[in-house]
């Protein structure tokens, strides 16, 4: 049910709006002011805010309509709405009358402050500012930022709010909830340059650290904002920032050098102030950061300004050490695939020969060949083999070279190259002895197998089986289960050959398994015997070729 008054307002005519409360008729209607009507249980009040009818506003104020009572459900007031159309004059009118500007709606907390700077409304804000005395420090409903209006106006770049809610007294260095970042470090992180000198010039803290101890010049540096970087390291007060790092050990020159950004780099280079070789906590350099992530244009920067080729953070009396544990940007460029950088650090010096050691110190390392290799990346493997990279180099922890790598993830072009520049396709490894050829036929690489038979891989080699490691430690009663997933055929020999333990040579013997034999014990291979029939020839057929 819908009054008479709320009709007329509803149909925005101001003439019956103006009749119904003006004169003799007044007494009758001005009751109606406040009735909630239809189910929306919208006021007349209400309405007329919404419709944006500023005359009709001024009569339901003037006749005493209750401004507090204008609220729907949810609890969205008349200011709410008036903020919502971006009404300034209508707000100014109903603040005026005692509008709560504090009031939140129950949905997302917002408040009418909160949905004016949403909108970007300049007059609106400063009419809740100056005439309703809203709090210019109130937290952003957001649940996932809980920041405050100068962080939302920081964020948006909208420098006349930014500066609107500064002049209304704002903080300046408000940390929101969550990040504990600073409208400073939203607006360089944003790149609004404008906005973060308005906050420069209000006295902003650009020392200040987030929760991940990121300061304003770290997040401008992550995300390429040249100019706001040399704004930020020309204030006297950011000495501190300048030398800064976040929880992970990073400067400003790291996460610039991570991202990819050129300009900043050269910005921050050209400071003088940043060692090119200094390492984050987990020793990672500049240099190392940008060759993993491909920046080659970064890449030559760093080196332009005398980086180390071998991505060491050095003292000056201190020499190179190719046995260390860490990897090179040679070797995470290569293992990527960037083979520009990998060219370019070759160019530079870089060594083909490092490997990626063990905690342990192992000899058996990997070379920068051995990770493009495995990364099936033929070009930048063929650009190492071109610089004189080791064809037959051991590493991977079991002697493996290039070649078995390639062979295991089923690179065929890799294995075509390598293949081609001379790598030994009978090349075994230190624990079972297998070689390529075996990792083909037991992966079911099928086209790998046929190129390794026809560069002349030898077909008769034997590796070793999981009973031949008891036999050669002279424990054949171990109980430890097989080094592989698969159980090889010979295994069901296991009793024989337990009976004839003594003879050493025989077990061995007993136990080798040749290329064709690691079909039979490989439970979903993609090789069919009968396509091996082809592939090694008849007389390799597991029927035809005895084990003795």
């Known amino acids: ?54 005359d009709i506003v001024k009569q339901l104020l003037a006749a005493g309509a209750a401004v507090r009572e204008a609220v729907v459900e949810n609890k969205w007031t008349a200011l709410h709405e008036a903020s919502n159309q971006g009404r300034a004059d209508v707000a100014e009118l109903l603040v005026r009358n005692g509008a709560a500007v504090t009031a939140e709606d129950i949905l997302d907390r917002r408040t009418p402050m909160h949905i004016a700077l949403s909108r970007h409304q300049l007059e609106l804000v400063s ?17 996932s ?27 300046k260095d408000a940390c929101c909830e969550t990040y504990r970042r600073t409208p400073l470090h939203w607006a360089a992180q944003k790149g ?12 902003a803290d650009p020392n200040v650290l987030d ?11 992550l995300a390429g904002h040249a100019a706001i970087v040399e704004c930020l390291l ?60 491909g920046h080659t244009e970064v ?39 960037h083979t520009a950088v990998v060219s370019m650090l070759l160019q530079a010096g870089s060594s083909l020969r490092r490997k990626v050691r063990d905690f342990e110190g192992t000899e058996n390392g990997d070379t920068p060949l051995h990770l493009a290799a495995a990364g099936g990346h033929a070009r930048t493997a063929g650009t190492l083999i071109n610089a004189g990279a080791d064809l037959d180099a051991r590493g991977n922890g079991l002697a493996w070279t290039p070649l078995h790598l ?24 230190s624990v079972w002895v297998c070689t390529p050829l075996h990792l083909a036929v037991e992966y079911g690489h099928t086209e790998i197998v046929r190129a390794l038979i026809k560069a002349g891989a030898d077909k008769g080699i034997l590796d070793k089986v999981p009973m031949d490691l008891p036999v050669l430690e002279d424990s054949l009663e171990s109980s430890d289960p097989p080094r592989r997933d698969q159980q090889p055929l010979h295994l069901m020999m296991a009793p024989a050959l337990l009976s004839q333990r003594h003879n050493r040579q025989h077990v061995c013997h007993r136990a080798d398994v040749l290329p064709l034999h690691r079909h039979t014990r490989v439970r979903h291979s993609t090789i069919s015997l009968m396509n091996f029939t082809k592939i090694f020839g008849e007389s390799d057929h597991p029927k035809g070729k005895a084990v003795h």
């Open 211 to 221: 929760r991940s101890k990121v300061t304003p010049l770290h997040a401008a540096a």
């Open 406 to 429: 390639a062979v295991l993830e089923g690179h065929l072009l890799t294995v075509n190259i390598l293949i081609q520049a001379g790598a030994n396709v009978d090349a075994s490894e």
């Open 192 to 203: 609004h340059k404008e906005t973060v000198e308005v906050l420069i010039n209000a006295g």
């Open 1 to 54: 049910m819908c009054t008479a008054l709320f009709r007329a307002v509803a149909s925005d005519d101001v003439g019956a709006v103006k009749t119904l409360l003006g004169g003799t008729l007044r007494r009758y209607f001005e009751r109606d002011l406040n009735v909630r009507n239809g189910p929306t249980g919208y006021t007349a009040l209400y309405i007329a805010v919404r419709h944006g009818e500023l």
């Open 299 to 337: 890449v030559a920067k760093l080196l332009q300004a005398g980086a180390d080729v071998e991505g060491l953070d050095l003292d000056e009396d201190e020499e190179h050490d190719l046995n260390t544990t860490a990897a090179g940007p040679l070797h995470l460029a290569a293992a990527a695939g």
């Open 145 to 171: 930022l809980s920041c405050k209006p100068l962080h939302v106006a920081a964020d948006k770049g909208y420098t006349a709010l930014v500066k609107a809610l500064l002049e209304a007294g704002a903080d």
């Open 234 to 293: 020309q204030m006297e007060t950011g000495v501190a920032a300048r030398w800064s790092r976040d929880d992970e050990g990073r400067t400003t020159l790291h996460l610039a050098a991570a991202a990819g950004h050129v300009e900043v780099v050269a910005a921050l280079l050209d400071t003088g102030i940043y060692d090119v070789d200094e390492s984050d906590y987990d020793c990672q350099t500049s240099l190392l950061f940008a060759a993993s992530a």
């Open 127 to 143: 009419v809740l500012a100056h005439g309703g005395g809203a709090n210019m420090d109130m937290r952003y409903p957001l649940k």
